[in-house]
């Protein structure tokens, strides 16, 4: 199980504002059945490696095709193989860790 952050930033839009891009993101990872979290800069996917890359690849078009004339879209994969790893465990170990 591997852990994406994707932050796509839509350009040439006319409109400082790309929410309506997240929400067609989420759509998408929603349709996949994948677990995610929005977070104020970024979505945050958990899954197999191959079903995230095709996920993004999905996020990347439809926000092409929903009035972006141009798109930059960073990802960081986070694919640990000695332990399995959850975007849940993640955050609990930090908050265990704070307190």
Known sequence: ?????????PVGTGSSSFSALVTTAC???????????VTPTATVIEGPLD?????????HRACLQNGATRLVTHITIDDRLDK?????QQVETVQAQLH
């Open 1 to 9: 199980m591997a852990i994406l952050e994707i932050s796509v930033t």
């Open 27 to 37: 759509r998408i990872i929603e349709e996949k059945g994948l677990p995610y979290q």
């Open 51 to 59: 079903q995230l890359l095709a996920c993004v690849q999905d996020v």
């Open 84 to 88: 399995p790893l959850t975007m849940s």
